[in-house]
């Protein structure tokens, strides 16, 4: 079996969470259940999951000078990615996230970027030696644009298999688009992407087609409990989900993006990893936080 090599580019937050009844609404106090601390941050989740999943995983990300972001580089270590390309900024703090996640495992989520706002395209550069050897780079959207599009564009014109989550969701350049072979997007973002509603799968594939028609290859989105549709050069398929309970649906795409990558890296074709993602990000949903929740390889076996 073939493993490549896998580079996640993006964030790094410590994640604040309470559980509620309910999200509250705006100008709403509400009193809510537990509380807990647990490493997060889409970049770094990507990162721990695919290593977890048997990735090997190099994490280029930018902390701060702080107990968070120490505590974080400890943390990968301990979880066999590759470190040495984790920046740490000498002004900003590092990214924390609030998150308050209902009785049916919905989430909000509100983002203090920090110092991930200042992962820059020269420290891409320093760091070249991660990308140089990679042959998958794997990217989400908490960091700068312009960091993402510099990387994606050296990136694939070096050939490398360039993978982007666009969460959270924003409005792409199509010169982005042109710099990605497979993009991975949720109904919001692929809503976002494409401006069509996507309810189910008639609108997603018309969505997945005015995505690839600006110029990505492969397109999959994801649809939540209900699975995901994949557009591979002109042909749609859809992988169901495995039906489980969710608790918390936090970090439940950063597993997919992560897992997806696993597969790719070990030579299964596009469905094949979408099968092994859809299983793995099963597994995230019954279980609280974001790497917290993330699964182990021989978890999944587990799974039907
Ligand atoms: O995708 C989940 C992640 O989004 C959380 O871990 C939080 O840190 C935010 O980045």
Do not use: W
Not at 108 to 120: E, P, T
Not at 263 to 276: H, M, N, Q
């Amino acid at each position: 079996m073939s493993n490549q090599k896998i580079v996640v580019v993006g964030s790094c937050n410590t994640d604040m969470v309470i559980k509620a009844d309910r999200l509250p609404i705006p100008g709403e106090t509400i009193i809510g259940g537990s509380f807990f601390m647990n490493p997060g941050g889409k970049g770094a989740n990507q990162a721990v999951a695919a290593a977890r999943l048997g990735g090997r995983v190099s994490l280029i990300s930018k902390t701060g000078n702080d107990v968070f972001g120490k505590q974080s580089v400890v943390l990968f270590n301990s979880e066999n990615v590759n470190t040495d390309f984790i920046f740490s900024d000498s002004k900003l703090p590092s990214g924390v996230a609030l998150i308050t996640v209902d009785a049916n495992g919905e989430n909000s989520i509100v983002v203090a970027s920090g110092a991930n706002a200042n992962l820059k395209p020269a420290d891409v550069d320093a760091a070249y030696k991660a990308l140089e050897y990679s042959d998958i780079v794997l990217m989400q959207l908490e960091i700068p644009i312009e960091t993402v599009e510099y990387v994606a564009k050296k990136a694939f014109e070096k050939g490398k298999k360039v993978i982007l989550n666009p969460a959270p969701a924003q409005a792409l350049s199509n010169s982005l688009l042109k710099h990605l072979d497979i993009i991975i997007p949720n109904k919001n973002e692929a809503e976002m992407l494409s401006g069509i509603k996507v309810v189910d799968i008639e609108s997603a594939k018309e969505a997945a087609t005015v995505i690839a028609n600006k110029g990505v290859d492969k397109v999959v989105i994801t649809l939540g409990s209900k699975g995901a549709l994949v557009l591979d050069e002109g042909e749609f398929s859809f992988v169901p989900s495995i039906k489980v309970e969710a608790i918390d649906t936090t970090a439940a795409g950063d597993t997919f993006c992560g897992a997806f990558s696993v597969g790719l890296a070990e030579g299964k074709s596009i469905i094949e990893s979408v099968e092994f993602a859809v299983k793995a990000s099963a597994i995230t949903v019954t279980r609280m936080g974001a790497q917290a929740s993330l699964p182990y390889r021989s978890e999944l076996f587990q799974v039907e």
